[in-house]
């Protein structure tokens, strides 16, 4: 395995994946182990060989962290993720929490808006012997309990009549 190979299996990556420059070393760090189980020869200076190829593809403009930041960020505030989850998400692809913060703070939907689509999406608290299981959903997928309050109040008008009764009243 040498340089041409590892810059054409993460072209060939590239070309059906966008990717950070942290999942792509992944990426080829994985192909190498995979090539040294099948006993190919592996030069000694491996890990070097792997960051000139993401150097290349980074000067190529075929990486670019900040655009996949920013694409991830946008893609999963689309699908109703909470904050917590797209930071969760971030932090697993490499990045550290200061470098993703601000702009998150920036474009990210503002998080009762988000309960409100999933409660409307999922048709959540339509029926009053499932309020707990809805709420705990919720929670689950990483809301606040006042954004999950908010978005009751602002869809139902009072969210007394859909939270379960055992709750009290929660102000963060």
């Given at each position: 395995m040498n340089s041409k190979r590892l810059y054409n299996i993460a072209i060939y990556y590239l070309k059906r994946y966008?990717?950070?420059?942290?999942?792509?070393?992944?990426?080829?760090?994985?192909?190498?182990?995979?090539?040294?189980a099948?006993?190919?020869?592996?030069?000694?200076?491996?890990?070097?060989v792997i960051e000139d190829v993401i150097a290349r593809?980074?000067?190529?403009?075929?990486?670019?962290?900040?655009?996949?930041?920013?694409?991830?960020?946008?893609?999963?505030?689309?699908?109703?993720?909470?904050?917590?989850?797209?930071?969760?998400?971030?932090?697993?692809?490499?990045?550290?929490?200061?470098?993703?913060?601000?702009?998150?703070?920036?474009?990210?939907?503002?998080e009762t808006e988000t309960v409100g689509a999933m409660i409307k999406k999922r048709k959540l608290f339509t029926?009053?012997?499932?309020r707990q299981k809805d709420l705990a959903k919720l929670l689950r997928a990483g809301f606040k309990y006042a954004a999950i309050l908010n978005a009751l109040k602002e869809t139902n008008g009072n969210e007394e009549n859909f939270l379960p009764d055992d709750f009290g009243d929660f102000d963060e």
């Amino acid at each position: 395995m040498n340089s041409k190979r590892l810059y054409n299996i993460a072209i060939y990556y590239l070309k059906r994946y966008d990717s950070s420059s942290f999942n792509l070393r992944k990426v080829l760090k994985r192909r190498v182990v995979r090539e040294r189980a099948k006993n190919a020869e592996i030069p000694d200076d491996i890990d070097s060989v792997i960051e000139d190829v993401i150097a290349r593809v980074k000067e190529m403009g075929y990486v670019d962290d900040v655009r996949f930041m920013e694409n991830e960020i946008r893609r999963l505030t689309a699908r109703g993720k909470s904050r917590s989850f797209i930071e969760k998400k971030l932090v697993s692809c490499g990045y550290k929490k200061n470098d993703f913060t601000a702009y998150l703070d920036q474009n990210a939907a503002d998080e009762t808006e988000t309960v409100g689509a999933m409660i409307k999406k999922r048709k959540l608290f339509t029926n009053p012997a499932r309020r707990q299981k809805d709420l705990a959903k919720l929670l689950r997928a990483g809301f606040k309990y006042a954004a999950i309050l908010n978005a009751l109040k602002e869809t139902n008008g009072n969210e007394e009549n859909f939270l379960p009764d055992d709750f009290g009243d929660f102000d963060e």
